[in-house]
């Protein structure tokens, strides 16, 4: 995900890309923060929800989560500022100065997990999701589109 948008900064220089991240998707794709780094996209803004599980999976907890610290990952491989939250008014009072920054920006969130470490023959896997179901899932999530 953090290539793709990387791509996206790098075409799109003239916009903000925003991209929220998981921290599963930094464990498992972690040459991207030093490539972001290197190529240093003004207009990108790495925002990491750390939940602590590999939801997407099911649920599993990420290895020694409570002590992994992403921003200081992101600032050793050559993020010029990062940002680490874990309560929501802190992450408000910021929010401000972090999109005024040129990027790349990397903050990353404490958030609470919403998903189940349910036993793998009881889970309802997303893949089975038809086309159709997904964009009306993400529409009602999403709320209408703004013009």
């Known amino acids: 995900h953090a290539s793709f948008a990387l791509g996206l900064a790098l075409a ?13 998707d930094i464990l498992m794709n972690m040459g991207a923060l ?6 240093n996209p003004q207009n990108f803004y790495h925002f990491v929800l750390d939940n602590g599980v590999y939801a997407t999976t099911g649920g599993q907890p990420v290895p020694n989560a409570q002590n992994i610290q992403y921003d200081v990952i ?4 050559g993020y010029p500022s990062t940002y680490a939250f874990d309560n929501l008014e802190d ?9 005024s920054k040129p ?4 903050v990353t969130m404490k958030v609470v997990p919403e998903v189940e470490n ?6 309802v896997r997303w893949q089975k999701k038809t086309r159709d179901q997904t964009i009306a899932d993400l529409q009602k999530e999403l709320g209408p589109r703004k013009a």
């Open 118 to 123: 349910t036993p793998i023959n009881q889970r």
């Open 74 to 77: 992101a600032k050793g491989s």
């Open 103 to 106: 990027g790349p920006v990397f």
């Open 12 to 24: 799109r220089p003239d916009e903000k890309i925003i991209l929220f991240d998981s921290e599963g």
């Open 91 to 99: 992450f408000t009072n910021n929010i401000e100065e972090i999109l």
């Open 34 to 39: 030093p490539t972001i780094a290197e190529k």
